[in-house]
């Protein structure tokens, strides 16, 4: 799936909610809520194809949010070629067999109170590494979620408030750090930038 199609599918879903979130009030798709000092983060479900995590952060000030999301490449890429005793069969396509292992995409957006979104990023990145004993057990979910509960630990500065430090965040620093807290700190990820 081309990246604009993709986001254009996650703008969509973003807009969906905002609307019911509008018309109803319903918070059953929040599957989780953090707070600090400066903001509330809400880990959200959502049903599109390849989601891994979906984080919401409000700020106490400001005028928009933020929201993260990681998304399995190898489900949003891949092709159905076949069902097989009622399990499909995915296959990534041809294009993509020489392209460096890359597992996820990670995205960061700014949504303003108007209901418009702006991406401030787009990246495919690695987040899984094959072997190894505990491999199996070290899920791409949680290394996110690690990366997302970082910001909460983000605090105003004489020079710099709460917003400002995270308009300068390296996201994708953030996710490599929570990596290597898994991966030990050798891991080194591979990141290409789309937007």
């Known amino acids: 799936m081309q990246v604009l199609r993709w986001l254009n599918l996650l703008v969509e879903w973003v807009q969906v909610r905002m609307r019911r979130r509008r018309k109803k009030r ?19 479900e959502r049903e599109t194809k390849g989601a891994i995590g979906t984080y919401r952060i409000i700020p106490k000030l400001g005028d928009w949010d933020y929201l993260l999301t990681l998304d399995s490449l190898r489900e949003i890429e891949a092709e159905l070629v076949g069902e097989f005793d009622g399990v499909p069969f995915l296959l990534r396509s041809r294009a993509d067999w020489d392209a460096p292992p890359l597992s996820h995409r990670l995205a ?49 500065t004489k020079v710099l408030s709460w917003q400002e430090q995270l308009e300068m965040l390296d996201w994708v620093g953030l996710v490599e750090e929570a ?17």
Not at 32 to 39: E, G, I, Q
């Open 26 to 44: 319903s918070k059953s798709y929040i599957l989780k809520r953090h707070y600090s000092d400066d903001c509330a983060m809400l880990r959200i």
């Open 108 to 156: 960061v957006f700014h949504l303003y109170r108007s209901g418009t979104i702006h991406c401030l990023g787009c990246w495919d990145i690695n987040l899984e590494v094959l072997g190894g004993g505990n491999a199996a057990a070290i899920n791409p979910s949680r290394i996110f979620h690690t990366a997302a509960l970082r910001i909460l630990e983000i605090t105003p």
């Open 179 to 195: 990596a290597k807290g898994y991966w030990g700190r050798n891991f080194t990820m591979i990141v290409r930038r789309r937007i």
